[in-house]
Structures are given as structure tokens and as C-alpha cells.
């Protein structure tokens, strides 16, 4: 029996023998039926913290367990590093089981899981449904102790709840994990990953405090100046105190042959080219809060965005989105050595080099930055235009680019039109009484107290504040037509006193 046991392939020689051993209980032959065709589905959240062959091995044996006497899995489809709340159609894996149930040569009667929550997250089942039934495919799962029918109500009911549950258990997760990182740079002031800052390296902050991470040799980290870089960031600061320029700041740091950020840490930043400096990088060096020493987090965060409604299935994609400052949690202790003090760079955000008007006078606007374009989402440009004060959206396009017919129309509003709009809404100074007044500059300062921002289309104007909407322009109104923007011509006043028209082209 040795002998043969180790002539057969894949198996070690006490495993051989393991198999070989008959005293524990006495075995029962009995004809093994073929059955149905079984396509296993288990997907597992993370590749850095998960391994695949343990997760996939926990979830086949659930459903080896469930679909015993009842056939054989044929195939497997597994997704790695993929979370739940992904459509299946943009899960690599899933997606080839889908191609797969639609294919009327598939080699599979029926799909089976190994757990709820690993295949499906809200009504995601729900909207698998149809595809199952119209190519007579089965689902197995282990909550409904084999096959589910889709025509039981109990077990409709019971799918409606796992849906819930599985979406609650990701929105708890993600509100503890949030919750604890904010106390974390808080009350801490703790690293909580990424690579550093420029002018900053990480360095060894101690051993992680929880005691069962420590045993297992995990570190904190903490920022360092960087001996190489640090003192390029203080010079770039301390010329911006100085009223330069962030361009001519850019192009000091080229002509002196200063490694940008992406080509002084490469390894980092293997999908930038490194060449050489740019006017966005100074920026966005100058906006950093962290160069302050305290440690801030939040600053960006990641939305889901719906996509549109082309497939039976509800589709996101993940998109970065700069949060608001009053969104930041800035930690109340100095965490690392600052590279400028907080009032140098507090007075550098304060620091504008727009250009002068020809004429010398300064050009105020009172709603720069709260007017949103609903035909794109971009914040709109001021644009002064007759001797107006006012605000335009190109949607991306510039000179640099001919224009195409596909797209949309320059968008033109004049800031005393929207404003003469706001105090006369009734429907608004009910809740918000103070948009009533007379005076422009306290209205503007009124929203962006309170964090109100105006959305303009070609045909509707909306305040929105954090819990209601307000529309500004009643629907049929005449903002749905459009007039051309009159010319400028000598002494032709009446031209430029048109009616009140919102919208121009």
C-alpha cells in the first residue's frame, strides 16, 4: 500500500500515508453520480493583507460542503483585490462568468458560492436575477441551503436582507476605519501612510502601539526634513513671501538645475517623467499645510460616482476629489519639524499675482469661487465683460485647441443679474431672510458663511446649501432663450442696457 501511495503524483510521502490509514471508521462505497456542473464564484478585498490561497480554499470548501451529493465544480472564477460594492461586470473575473452564463456552450449548469458577502453587495443579486433565469443557470448559496429560488418569497425576503446586511457591514468598517484615522491625526498627529511629503523622509517613529501589531514587527514612521530637499521647499517659500511669482519661482528652480519632486524620489513616481519643474508642483508645494509641522489629513478624498444606466447593473467609478478645508483634521500638536512657521504660510495663501488691468482699476468680484457650472461641474472664471463684473465656464477648452461642434456652448453670467435674482426670491428668504439685503457684499459673504454655492446651466439657476436646494429660475422661464452678447460700439448706450438676460452666447 506504501508503495503505491508514493507512486502517486502531487503528494508528499506522509501525506500518501495519511491516506492510506483505514482505522477510524469503516468505509462506505457507495456509486458517485456525476450530478450537475458547478462554476465556483469567491472574490477576497485585498492582495497586501489577505492571501489568496487560504481565502479561496475557506470559501471552495463551503461550497464543496453545500453542492456534496449534488455534482462537481467544473471551473473557478476567483477575484483578487477586488471590493464588494464592484459591479460585477468591472470585476475582471466575474465579468468572464457572466460571458460565460451567456454562452449556450458555458460547461456549467449552475454557480455556487461560498459565501454571500464575498459575491454580492446591495441589490447586486437582484440585479444578476434576470441574466440567471433567461440562460437557466442555477445559484447556490450557503444561506439558502442550496439552490435559490427566485419565485419563493421567503427566500426573496431573505436575499433582500443579506443585500442590507452585506452593504451595512462595508459601511461600518469604513465608518470605524474613518472615525479612528481621524483621532489618530488628531490627537496623535500620526503618519497614517503614503509617501512623504517633498522635503520630507520617513523615519523610524517607535513600535506600533497596538501590542499584537508590535509582536509582529510593525513600526510607525514620522516626517523628517529631508537634508537634500528641505531647504529648496524653505527657499520656495520664502520667495513667495517675497512676491515672486509661482512661474518665475518654477523657473529659478529649472535654470539652477533642482531635481523636481518626481525626479529627486523616481522610485516613487514611476509614471511622471521627472524632467523638470512645473508651475502646478510649486503650487501645490505653496497649498500643503503639512510643511507647518502638523499633521494633516483628509485633504482629499475618493467619491463614487454612478455611471450611466447602460447595463442591468448599477455602475461606479472611483474619482479623487479635493475636500474642503473645514473638511481637514489638522492635528493639535506639532507632529514633525516645520518647514515654514503656520503665519508664513497662512500670508502666502493670501498671496494673488493676478494680472493688472490696463486701465489701472482693480476688478472686484464678489461671488468668485461659489459659482459652480452645472453644464460640467468646473468652478466658473470672472470674467469682467462691458465694464461688468461677471462669470464665464469654457468647460475645459482653451485656445490652444480648435473647438468642436460637440461642445457645449460657452456659458456667460453677470454677477448684478444673479444677485438682483437672489434678493428677489421669495422662496429662498424663507428659510434664509438674510439674502434679502440690499447690500452685495453682505449677500456674498452670507453664502460663503454658510457654505451656499450657486450651480448655473443654459437654463437654471440653483443655490445649494448643506440640507436644501433652492431653485432660482422657475422652469419655463426666459432663461431658456439666449441672446447674442451686444457689441461694443461709441456712444451706443442702449446696447449695452439690454433687459434682463441671464444667459448669453
Given at each position: 500500500m506504501a508503495t503505491r501511495a508514493a507512486a502517486e503524483p502531487g503528494r508528499s510521502t506522509l501525506s500518501a500515508w495519511a491516506a492510506g490509514q483505514r482505522k477510524l471508521r469503516p468505509q462506505r462505497f457507495t456509486p458517485s453520480a456525476d450530478g450537475l456542473r458547478f462554476a465556483f464564484y469567491g472574490r477576497m478585498s485585498t492582495v497586501d493583507f489577505q492571501d489568496r490561497a487560504s481565502s479561496c480554499r475557506w470559501q471552495r470548501d463551503y461550497a464543496d460542503d453545500l453542492i456534496a451529493d449534488h455534482g462537481r465544480i467544473v471551473v473557478e472564477f476567483f477575484d483578487e483585490g477586488i471590493s464588494r460594492r464592484v459591479a460585477w461586470s468591472d470585476r475582471p473575473q466575474a465579468s468572464r462568468l457572466l460571458d460565460a452564463v451567456t454562452d449556450s456552450a458555458r460547461g456549467f449548469d449552475a454557480i455556487v458560492v461560498g459565501e454571500y458577502e464575498r459575491a454580492f453587495h446591495g441589490q447586486q443579486l437582484e440585479q444578476l436575477t434576470p441574466t440567471l433565469v433567461r440562460h437557466g443557470v442555477q445559484l447556490w448559496l450557503p444561506e439558502t441551503y442550496g439552490p435559490v429560488d427566485f419565485d419563493n418569497p421567503r427566500q426573496l425576503a431573505l436575499l433582500d436582507l443579506l443585500g442590507v446586511h452585506s452593504?451595512?457591514?462595508?459601511?461600518?468598517?469604513?465608518?470605524?476605519?474613518?472615525?479612528?484615522?481621524?483621532?489618530q491625526a488628531e490627537l496623535q498627529g500620526r503618519h497614517?501612510?503614503?509617501?512623504?511629503?517633498?522635503?520630507?523622509?520617513l523615519a523610524d517613529a517607535g513600535p506600533h502601539p497596538n501590542r499584537a501589531h508590535a509582536a509582529w514587527g510593525r513600526r510607525l514612521h514620522r516626517l523628517d526634513p529631508d537634508p537634500?530637499?528641505?531647504?529648496?521647499?524653505?527657499?520656495?517659500?520664502?520667495?513667495r513671501l517675497a512676491g515672486r511669482s509661482v512661474a518665475s519661482i518654477a523657473r529659478a528652480l529649472n535654470d539652477n538645475g533642482v531635481p523636481c519632486p518626481s525626479g529627486a524620489d523616481p522610485a516613487r513616481n514611476p509614471h511622471r517623467t521627472g524632467r523638470q519643474w512645473m508651475l502646478t508642483t510649486v503650487a501645490a508645494i505653496l497649498a500643503n499645510p503639512r510643511y507647518t509641522g502638523r499633521q494633516v489629513w483628509n485633504r482629499q478624498r475618493t467619491d463614487r460616482d454612478a455611471l450611466p444606466d447602460e447595463e442591468?447593473?448599477?455602475?461606479?467609478?472611483?474619482?479623487?476629489?479635493?475636500s474642503a478645508s473645514t473638511d481637514w483634521v489638522i492635528s493639535r500638536e506639532i507632529a514633525h519639524t516645520p518647514l515654514v512657521s503656520e503665519e508664513h504660510f497662512v500670508a502666502v495663501q493670501a498671496i494673488h499675482t493676478a494680472p493688472t488691468p490696463a486701465d489701472g482699476i482693480p476688478?472686484?468680484?464678489?461671488?468668485?469661487?461659489?459659482?459652480?457650472?452645472?453644464?460640467?461641474?468646473r468652478?466658473?472664471?470672472?470674467?469682467w465683460v462691458h465694464g461688468r463684473p461677471g462669470y464665464r465656464c469654457r468647460h475645459g477648452h482653451t485656445s490652444t485647441r480648435a473647438r468642436t461642434s460637440a461642445q457645449p456652448k460657452i456659458l456667460y453670467i453677470r454677477?448684478?443679474?444673479?444677485?438682483?435674482?437672489?434678493?428677489?426670491d421669495?422662496?429662498?428668504h424663507r428659510r434664509h431672510p438674510a439674502l434679502r439685503s440690499p447690500d452685495p457684499e453682505r449677500l456674498a459673504a452670507y453664502l460663503f458663511t454658510n457654505n451656499m454655492i450657486i450651480v448655473c446651466d443654459h437654463h437654471a439657476w440653483t443655490i445649494e446649501a448643506e440640507t436644501a436646494t433652492y431653485p432660482l429660475t422657475p422652469a419655463g422661464s426666459f432663461l431658456a432663450t439666449t441672446a447674442k452678447i451686444p457689441a461694443q460700439r461709441d456712444g451706443d448706450h442702449a446696447k449695452h442696457e439690454q433687459p434682463s438676460q441671464f444667459v448669453w452666447k
Open positions: 452593504q451595512r457591514e462595508v459601511s461600518r468598517a469604513r465608518h470605524r476605519t474613518t472615525a479612528a484615522m481621524r483621532a497614517l501612510g503614503g509617501r512623504p511629503p517633498y522635503g520630507y523622509r537634500a530637499t528641505a531647504p529648496h521647499v524653505r527657499w520656495i517659500f520664502e520667495q442591468p447593473f448599477d455602475r461606479h467609478h472611483e474619482i479623487q476629489r479635493w476688478r472686484c468680484y464678489l461671488l468668485a469661487g461659489v459659482i459652480c457650472c452645472g453644464v460640467c461641474g468652478i466658473m472664471d470672472s470674467h454677477e448684478e443679474h444673479l444677485l438682483d435674482r437672489i434678493r428677489h421669495r422662496g429662498l
